[in-house]
């Protein structure tokens, strides 16, 4: 089972910066948190991970708060095309390679 | 860089007939993993393999499903006598040989199986 709690959906207007919450509250010290979203009828793609510090690269921002218990997912300017399901995901690299747990994610409608 | 293919990207089985699905993971990733997801729901793992061996297959039904990724040539996963709950879109990915790989796997576009 799924490690994470998302809401089943947000809507954003277009332009404006869309936050998906996650609460990851059993974490355990050496499982990093991970994005990944997935478009109408494509396949999964990465967006970001990170362990205790934010993390920003060009396609979004991830905060995690101190207790790293919960995450927030930040797209700066949405646009149509982010409309897409996102997952939040907690897994340790230091397993190895592991297959992802993915949950229920969130459906994240851009609205222009 | 081509990524991960996956083919064919729609399939079209009868009841009790075999689908056979292949993976051709990125240039030089030696782990595959194959994640089914049913309508209206989410991704469920089935199977991790590295080159020849099967590493994890919990998530894999115990009959008619099997899967190989051979030293030369593309993952396959083989669903014999296939039924309609087979119906799906089966997703494979494929990650690099790194001591540390931050679970970054890289997802093909999924071939979509049709059981009539």
């Known amino acids: 089972d799924a490690k994470t709690t998302q809401p089943p959906s947000m809507d954003c207007a277009e332009g404006r910066a869309a936050n998906l919450p996650c609460n990851h509250s059993?974490?355990?010290?050496?499982?990093?948190v991970y994005w990944y979203r997935q478009i109408h009828s494509q396949g999964p793609q990465y967006i970001i991970h990170g362990l205790k510090n934010n993390e920003t690269n060009e396609m979004a921002s991830l905060i995690i708060t101190e207790d790293r218990k919960s995450s927030t997912l930040i797209l700066p300017h949405a646009t149509l095309r982010d409309t897409a399901v996102y997952y939040c995901?907690?897994?340790?690299?230091?397993?190895?390679?592991?297959?992802?747990?993915f949950g229920k994610g969130t459906r994240l409608s851009v609205i222009a | 860089n081509a990524g991960v293919m996956q083919n064919p990207r729609h399939l079209v089985r009868r009841r009790g007939q075999e689908a056979r699905l292949r993976c051709s993971p990125v240039k030089g990733h030696s782990h595959v993993y194959w994640y089914r997801q049913l309508p209206e729901e989410g991704l469920k793992f089935m199977v991790y393999?590295?080159?020849?061996?099967?590493?994890?297959e919990s998530g894999m039904p115990k009959e008619r499903f099997s899967a190989e990724f051979p030293k030369e040539g593309p993952s396959i996963l083989r669903i014999q006598q296939v039924v309609r709950g087979d119906s799906a879109a089966y997703f494979c990915a494929s990650s690099p040989d790194r001591v540390l790989s931050y679970n970054e796997q890289f997802f093909g576009p999924g071939t979509r199986l049709t059981v009539l």
């Open positions: 393999l590295q080159k020849e061996n099967i590493i994890d």
């Open positions: 059993t974490i355990s010290g050496n499982e990093y």
């Open positions: 995901i907690v897994s340790s690299p230091y397993s190895g390679n592991t297959p992802l747990v």
